[in-house]
């Protein structure tokens, strides 16, 4: 796995807008100690996905000596392709209102407000389970990006699979869906492993390790099938211990239901995982947590978020060195 440790020697303003579900943005975001390490510029293009793996990044990065800059140009529910649509259309025309969806700038202006070091991608998730839906476009998405920053370091992360109890997954191809949980997460594994293959580029494996929790006896959250759901009332709702996800919650006056996003804990998964990944070091070591999260299911989640991406990295190194026999 590659140790994303160049820094940049141009110094430059960051105005980048702020996140919302809908694809408003803000300021990039700065953390970390200034202690003369380099910072690490990372800019993300994705969705509420990418927003919630990333919430809790700052803190951990901090709390571990690193300073962080990261950029961002996130529009909820975007899939690869959507992103690629609006890059095409500021190329043709600048001042086309479609080709500027992030707060008014198009992705190029962004990318261009910076030097970054790592530029993530990745599928909506919906459609993570179909390997031809990343095609053409995670391709074009890699090029450009390449071509606007020819020094970054090109990385898919890979999004998780829905709760268990989720009324819906993924496409899996046209016209069908996954029937589980397991399906969606092994059917959106196989997709980002064979696009992130065809154009050589590394995993931010956030899905393998949202399975890993999920898939454990001890630690993956169990449906509460004695919750009378017919008479519920707030504040009450059912057992969601060791979720991930949102699940179930009172939202003015009924019960709302949210098996995709994450939760605290899952949020706070995903950084670990981005951590350990970025800095190529464990997360195990920090005390971080977020206050919803019990504390001995945070240390789970640390455990969980360094030896996958041990797993994910040892697997890389792997494929590298079987290439580089075959040249």
Sequence with gaps: MIIFRRFSQNTF???LILFTVEGVFGQSEVTGANDGKPALHLFMIGNSFSQNASKYLPQLSKEGGHELIIGRAELGGSSLQRHWDHAEAAERNPDD???KPYGGKSLKMLLSEGVWDVVTIQQASILSGDVETYRPYARKLYEYVRKLQPKTTIVFHQTWAYRTDSKDFSQIATKDSAKSAQEMWEKSRAAYHTIADELSIPIIPNGDAFWQINSTAKWAYRKDDTFNFSQ????NLPNQTHSLHMGYRWDKGKLAFDSHHANAAGCYLGALVWYGFLFDESPVKLTFYPE???P???KQLRKTAWSTVKKEKKKSASMRAWVKKQV
């Design 13 to 15: 303003l960051l105005f």
């Design 97 to 99: 209102p479609n080709g």
């Design 232 to 235: 519920s009332q707030a504040p």
């Design 292 to 294: 919803e999260v019990d």
């Design 296 to 298: 001995n299911f945070a």
